[in-house]
């Protein structure tokens, strides 16, 4: 079993998340800033691909015309030195103040207009440093007070800076794709958008929908307690999978961001079982952080713990493939007969004529119980 | 405040929900079957629209065909006698057992050939009686074990189905719409298109998009305590809204189906709201049963309940729109200036030529707690 | 219906209550602090009647003795010109990195100790300040990772820690009572003691168990889908209810520390009903803050909202006791027949011997849903 | 690794769990009956050491007295030829529509009078047949309106009814211990004592507190999001674990009672490991059942694969105790120094006079991320 990460496995972390520093709504800061150019010599020497940033990540929002000539210059070195990618990057349109009711659905269309200033000029930044995939997480495009705002009213402008920004990306002839990243709630009591399936009913009604997928997140989808197995699958089968946040969650709380398959060792083993098969080519992103308890050490224990658990699990969806007992049971489940096949009216009187004994077919037997142990045993290492 | 419930409200109940028997897991029937020519002739009496029903709530599944003409023969005549409508019909794919592991996603081709057959004539009974609108909830499209199925192939297997019956639908020259209803989990430990943004994603891939809708329910979004007015909202703004299922539900726990109103009072003003402000002319269903401890005098006590707190609710929908004290923040919260507009390089230049005084911007009033007071206060009658 | 809060409705804020800065996990302050003086000046223009803190609310972690007597001096001022009282003091054992792994329950005896005298001083001042409640809030108190933390060794370093507290508020003859506060999870994982009744269990184990109760608060048994009232009725039945925080809070998510009666009308309905006829004379603490969106304008809406939405659920619980139709569904709804009565072996005698007829019992009328429809109207004004 | 199951494991199942035939709340049975004497035996094949039932799942509730000694005799002769016991048994108070309000809190005193009668009958024949345990599951104890009981009342009429129990055990000369189990809510909307530690603070009240402790299952803290490890340890330590139900269970959702191990795999290793370490030494017992989709096979598959997990997670417990990497971290994050010790003032003055570094104590390492790494690499067999 390979369990030493390498570039080819495509793990990414982002700037914010091996620099996070610990600070939550009851407490301070624990770890001190973590440099950028250091962020990337680290993640290099622990074997991941790539890092991703929001502009504000890298470049204050404060920052001199100088000071960003600066930062990029020493930011670029560190990944020409390296051979770290930039795959992603996004916009934080969430921590400043001004964001505080909503960016692209704020009611304030200066702040509308601003949110789509600041996410051009950022696209620009990761565009510069090689990202092809370009996420959108809308943290404060939400509500509280439902009597505030119009739930209508904020899709439909959400639409019009995602169309107004597909065509500059175009126009610039950016080889960019967009990733929606859904997200149910916090910071906003309600966020528009909630799952990933809202962004696949969004985006067939923008103007290029080509452009655009989705970046489902873990913890997200399982804050509101829903299979992100599902969700992945809906995704990929709708061509929209640009992008994955890996992540651990549990469910029905507040966004804990934990290492990958530091909770749910299942659920993950069959994402990354989907993601194997499938053929998903795209970044492994780790959206996480360590725990607040750790220090700078715990911080690459974390990054180092989320690739291994990839690792194994991925081996252990081959093992589930050359497993005998479990693919007995997988062929056994399978019934046969003819499709339903496209309609015709010949197949539909056909159909019609069909005599089905209902008890014969109900009492075939299913041997799940038997299938989910030998899965449990597999993950538990005793198959 | 005209509170009489009246036929031009367009309120339906299903035979399913008045006649509920009170089973659940842990106990047997308390109510009798309550006949649906009674069930008819009770609704008419207290001011209901429509009847709907799965085919075997009015057909047994085992009832012969001259059974069958004399159900439906007994029931039109309910139906003329009262001016009762069937505005909708759906399918029973849940209850027999031969459908325990999916009807159109099962891996038994012959029980997906049974399913697609079922509904076809379930169809067919709907059409005869006046249906509209068919519903399709796939309560038992899901899985405990996600070893046993892959879900890529549940969603392909579930859009075969759906293209089918559509197909036989324009065939049969039906006047008929179909609407998708989603649901987390229950019976199944996970349903596949667990939400209503699901199916929003799914119906672009159709073969038939433009006759294929959702049919949202309160009691569904809430259980993954998920927005139902934004879910609404959102299929609404799609042109999708072609059905709706009025409940009651406390989140994160088994699918209760409370009387509409009961539990959810502010949630539920600002759908009904939105319901009304939109112009949705459609039904307004109210898929739910009453409380385990009730005789048949407490069924329809439920029943005028339902229709009752929503005329309530719609009335302060009216007071909202009216309310001088909720207009004049409304008005003060909206920002002023040029909107962003469709793309051109010369918006795109003037954006980025543009500066922004983001502290000025932040420190705009948002009297939310004052308006959200306000809605309180009128939610309350003390307006 | 008097809507005009005064001292004798005995509701207190505390100082980080309307000082909340609005900074998120996601974003930072959007308010100024607030000066604590100023803060009681508003209170008592705004007719409460008193005013919490924890210790470092009031005077900074850091601060001088000097500064301390400074601070305390002008605070008394405060109090004194108005006649804001100071009914409940706490601490923080939260904020500071120190207590990143717990305060009462960390790993390192150190931590331990410093949290008791950080809570001896913070009850000296508290007492100094004319507190006469201490309440306990651990939010530190958990973990993440259950491999690093012994869950029976974590309880009993908890109640070492309170046990001593206890015996120091008695050799300094503090006439003081210990409530202590349960909350699920967050900014942990889980924290221990989740919820008002682990601590009810918890309390009989200790040395002192007469001077403790608990302190429930909605939001913490809301998070978890809990109901509050229950617990709270538990809590009264067993005479611990000595301080109560509320609020409001959606289900199944981070802390929201909404407006009381901004969401769960219903609820709190039935809360204030509790309180106000088990004749609890405690406090009526806000343990809630107005939203992000707000300036200092809107933390004072925000106040005024909670204490009018508190005194109209209050004028209902009066009109409930009064109504005619509830009253008379109230008395139906109630048997009547001997009392069980204590054992004995006569009594044992007799009920053996006694017959039922199940299915009369069974088919007895509870006219639940024309009750609850009796009480909806009655929230909302129609009655 | 022993996996092989022995009576000395003290696996124990309920007739009502391997006996489970797929009923839910939108489908029929799929299995039918099972014999209790075929259960036996097929118990004692599989290696379990006992069975439990609830009073009704061996004696219908309308047998004449002649078809319960029968059914007695045939059960024991089972019981006898294969050696499995009946450590544990409990009352069917749900099922029946006479309970539909409740049994020992009905507003009926004939339903309450009848509620402990059967109980009394239930324990007679569980001890008859060898319980040591008695279990008390409400779960019609409960409301969905909350205006039409008092949960006040609820409480002090449950209490009547276990003291009188309680009693009634005594003056048999049972040696007999109640074991008090809790559900949050389902088939009620919200259940009173809705959770384990509910009934640790209730137990306190009791007339004789030593004879009554409590029956945590898994499932049922799960469906309210709360760690099970958590409330399993605090009954420990209250010396209060008298029984347990082991199963799993996704959260925020209906109560699903599936195979043990199934989902929860890290949780579910802590719990064992607690169990293991702490010297519980009473049943195992299982509280789950098949998939619907499961025949008879599938259903002794179930019951295999909870003891297989059990057993495997018992010995990974063993190789975590025994893990060199495990337990340097584990010694490395415990601080040493005195004690905090019990009150007296010369421990009270020289804790106010000891000086703290505060930045000293937070920079201590604490490697929680490693840990958990360890143990998930234990847990995926891959330490």
Excluded at 20 to 32: E, L, S
Excluded at 45 to 68: C, K, M, Q, S, Y
Aim: aromatic share 10%; with cysteine; hydrophobic share 40%.
């Amino acid at each position: 079993m390979k369990l030493t990460p390498a570039p080819a496995d495509k793990f990414t972390f982002g700037l914010w998340t091996v620099g996070n520093r610990g600070r939550d709504p009851f407490g301070d800061f624990v770890r001190p800033p973590l440099d950028p150019v250091r962020a990337v010599h680290c993640l290099a020497e622990i074997g991941a691909w790539g890092v991703n940033f929001h502009d504000n990540d890298l470049v204050p929002i404060d920052a001199t015309a100088a000071e960003r000539d600066r930062i990029v210059r020493e930011f670029r070195a560190a990944l020409d030195a390296t051979g770290v990618t930039v795959p992603m990057a996004t916009t934080n349109l969430f921590s400043d103040p001004v964001f505080k009711d909503g960016a692209f659905t704020s009611h304030d269309v200066r702040v509308r207009r601003y949110a789509v200033q600041k996410t051009m000029r950022a696209m620009d930044l990761g565009v510069e440093l090689g990202a092809r995939t370009y996420v959108f997480w809308g943290g404060r495009e939400g509500a509280e007070v439902d009597a505030g705002k119009d739930p209508i009213e904020a899709i439909k402008r959400f639409r019009d800076a995602i169309d107004f920004l597909c065509d500059y990306a175009r126009d610039q002839r950016y080889d960019l794709r967009f990733a929606l990243e859904a997200k149910p709630n916090e910071p906003r009591g309600d966020i528009y958008f909630p799952t990933t399936a809202s962004y696949l009913g969004f985006i067939p009604t923008l103007a290029h929908p080509e452009m655009v997928g989705v970046n489902p997140e873990f913890a997200h989808e399982q804050m509101a307690g829903l299979s992100f197995l599902h969700a992945v699958a809906q995704a990929l089968e709708a061509g929209k999978l640009f992008h994955i946040d890996l992540n651990d969650q549990k469910p029905g709380r507040f966004d804990q961001d934990l290492r990958f398959g530091s909770e749910s060792l299942k659920p993950l083993f069959f994402l990354v079982k989907l993601l194997e098969e499938q053929g998903y080519d795209g970044p492994r992103h780790f959206d996480a952080h360590a725990y607040r308890t750790e220090d700078d050490e715990g911080v690459w224990d974390f990054a180092r713990g989320c690739m291994r658990t990839y690792l194994i699990l991925k081996d252990k969806a081959r093992a589930f493939a050359a497993h005998d007992g479990i693919q007995t049971v997988l062929a056994e489940i399978r019934g046969d007969g003819d499709e339903l096949g496209p309609y015709s009216r010949q197949a539909a009187a056909a159909l019609e004529a069909e005599a089905f004994d209902r008890q014969a077919l109900a009492s075939r037997r299913l041997a799940y119980e038997r299938l989910d142990q030998l899965v449990i045993d597999l993950l538990l290492g005793v198959a």
